[in-house]
Each structure stands twice: as structure tokens, then as C-alpha cells.
């Protein structure tokens, strides 16, 4: 477990119901589903074992032994005599498969916009042309308190919650003027 998404309760309760799936009647020790999905926290465990009994798929035997109760949990390979089930799992499946290929289609665009969207600021024939109006602010934020800060690239712009100061953000630039307009719709 290095990254973040490892460590998710997502993929944590997947593996933790692979590894019910793989004891004995559907019996697990908590304490050893920590060691063996090495879980730091038990908190983590607890987590998932609690949400699963309030959806009614465990039922606590002991402190910390639970036991699945929601039927013999579903292996594809295994459940021959259910073809109708089978076949939606498979559609489901591909349906899956062609989702995250149109989300990395998505997210190559995405990509794309951002580059030329930077392309585009960072033009300097483009400069004088970078202005946004009073109308589209309030398009955008209706009804709020805004401030439009215009202010060299590489500025730094803290936002002060408003109950420690009257006045909510400071700058730091020495790289020239900054003006913030208080735009009230």
C-alpha cells in the first residue's frame, strides 16, 4: 500500500470481502483481516464491518468475529445454474470497460483544453484581451460577495475566514500592482 488510492476504504472493503470470500463459511476474525490486509488503523475495519451489518451482510458472532449471512457470496466461476445473473454481471462489466475508455478519452481532452487554454494566457499578443465583466462575474456568482483580483502572474492571494479579520485576503507581490475590485450584485 503506497499511494492514496491504495489506501482507500473502497479498495480496502474490496479487499476485505475477498478475503471473507476466501475463509471458512464465511467466518472472519477481525483482528487477523487487519494483519493480513495490513491495517494500521482497526478503526478502518470497523468502519467497513459496520456498514456492511447496517445493509444486513454480516452479523457480529462475537467482539470480533463476523460472519457473512447475505447467501454464498457471488463467485462468477461458481455460480453456473445463475445465467441470467451472469449475464448481467457481464454486461455490466462491459459497459464498465467502455465507460472508462470514454473517461480516458475525456481526460486526454481535457488535457488538450488545458494546454491550450495556457497557450492562450500565456500569449502575449493576447494579453490585452484578457478582461472579464462585471455580467459574466454575476453569471457565474449570483448572489455572493466577489472579489475580481487583477494582479501579475506568480502572485499570491490568501483568503482570510471572514470572523478573524473585516477584511478577507491579503497579497504578496513583487512583481507589481494589484487592484481588487469588490463587486457587489
Known amino acids: 500500500m503506497g499511494t492514496r488510492a491504495d489506501k482507500s ?11 471473507l470470500e476466501a475463509s471458512e463459511g ?4 477481525l483482528n487477523q483481516a487487519a494483519e493480513a ?3 494500521r488503523q482497526k478503526r478502518r ?4 464491518t459496520n456498514v456492511l451489518e447496517g445493509i444486513g451482510l454480516i452479523e457480529k458472532k462475537s467482539k470480533n468475529i463476523i460472519q457473512w449471512k447475505a447467501g454464498d457470496l457471488l463467485k462468477v466461476d461458481e455460480k453456473e445454474d445463475e445465467p441470467m445473473l451472469i449475464s448481467y454481471l457481464e ?10 475508455d470514454e ?3 475525456y481526460d486526454e481532452h481535457t488535457k488538450w483544453l488545458q494546454q491550450s487554454l495556457r497557450n492562450i494566457c500565456e500569449s502575449s499578443k ?8 462585471q455580467s459574466d462575474l454575476q453569471k457565474v456568482f449570483p448572489f455572493s460577495n466577489t472579489f475580481a483580483v487583477q494582479a501579475p502572474p506568480g502572485t499570491n492571494v490568501e483568503v482570510i475566514p471572514p ?12 512583481l507589481g500592482c494589484c487592484t481588487v475590485f469588490y463587486l457587489l450584485f
Open 37 to 39: 490486509l495490513n491495517v
Open 9 to 19: 476504504l473502497g479498495l480496502l472493503t474490496q479487499r476485505f470481502i475477498r478475503l
Open 45 to 48: 475495519i470497523y468502519d467497513i
Open 103 to 105: 473517461e480516458t478519452v
Open 126 to 133: 493576447n494579453q490585452r484581451y484578457a478582461y472579464i465583466s
Open 91 to 100: 454486461n455490466l462489466k462491459a459497459e464498465l470497460a467502455q465507460l472508462r
Open 26 to 29: 464465511g467466518i472472519c476474525d
Open 163 to 174: 470572523k478573524v479579520c473585516s477584511f478577507p485576503f491579503s497579497e504578496l507581490s513583487t
